[in-house]
């Protein structure tokens, strides 16, 4: 299996440009997340599919963030318009969630985001 | 809310002993799951073990092992025979085993060194 796929795995764009930030989840998997890594914040959730359905979108910062998934195998997370405080490592990843939970979540390479 | 809290934001090894990296976490619930991440310089999320609330067994993969105090909200990992590719970032995590979010609560991390 090819695991999660993340992309651009680099991005450095300007202050006020839209960035869009893309992942391929496990082929199989039911439910997605968007994480962000800050050395402030640490790890945090931003939001999270189950079946393509935003679940919960709570960790979501404000309404300049967005996140999609139009199929299983597809999402987006598209920031507009950028700032500088929006540099982070932004993580996807992906699980087969179960009754109960438990399910281990894998991760994807990361894309790290520089706003200037 | 849940939290978790690792104390200890540097850890070193000498390459071939064993090292101990601590974890505990707050929380009501009695259903739960705990879980290390390593992150080497990559970036990469990699799971390097799990363990379940409900389990009193402790989890052990290979050179990796924890010690659950279950009454204590303690998880530390406990690496053996300690190899230079162990160098990364460490994150404990906690996911709620009756929330249906998936989400991942993590520590802050520690980072550890191995030296040869």
């Known amino acids: 299996d090819a695991g999660v796929i993340q992309s651009p795995r680099h991005e450095v764009t300007e202050m006020g440009q839209e960035v869009t930030l893309r992942c391929k989840p496990i082929s199989g998997h039911n439910s997605l997340f968007w994480y962000r890594q800050t050395m402030m914040r640490g790890l945090e959730l931003l939001i999270y599919f189950n079946n393509n359905v935003p679940i919960d979108d709570s960790g979501m910062p404000e309404d300049r963030f967005s996140a999609k998934m139009p199929n299983a195998s597809f999402s987006t997370l598209k920031i507009q318009p950028s700032e500088p405080r929006d540099s982070a490592v932004y993580f996807c990843a992906s699980s087969f969630m179960m009754t109960g939970g438990g399910e281990t979540q894998y991760f994807g390479p990361g894309t790290r985001l520089l706003v200037l | 809310a849940q939290t978790v809290t690792q104390s200890q934001p540097e850890m070193s090894v000498q390459e071939a002993e064993t090292v101990t990296l601590s974890c505990t976490y707050d929380?009501?619930?009695?259903?739960?799951?705990l879980f290390w991440y390593k992150q080497p310089p990559s970036r990469q999320m990699i799971l390097v073990i799990r363990q379940e609330a409900y389990k009193q067994q402790n989890a052990t993969e290979n050179r990796f092992s924890v010690n659950f105090q279950k009454a204590a909200k303690s998880f530390s990992l406990k690496i053996s025979d300690s190899q230079l590719g162990d160098a990364a970032m460490y994150f404990c995590a906690y996911r709620s085993g009756s929330s249906n979010t998936g989400k991942l609560i993590f520590g802050q991390g520690t980072t550890l060194q191995v030296k040869p």
């Open positions: 929380t009501s619930e009695s259903d739960y799951y």
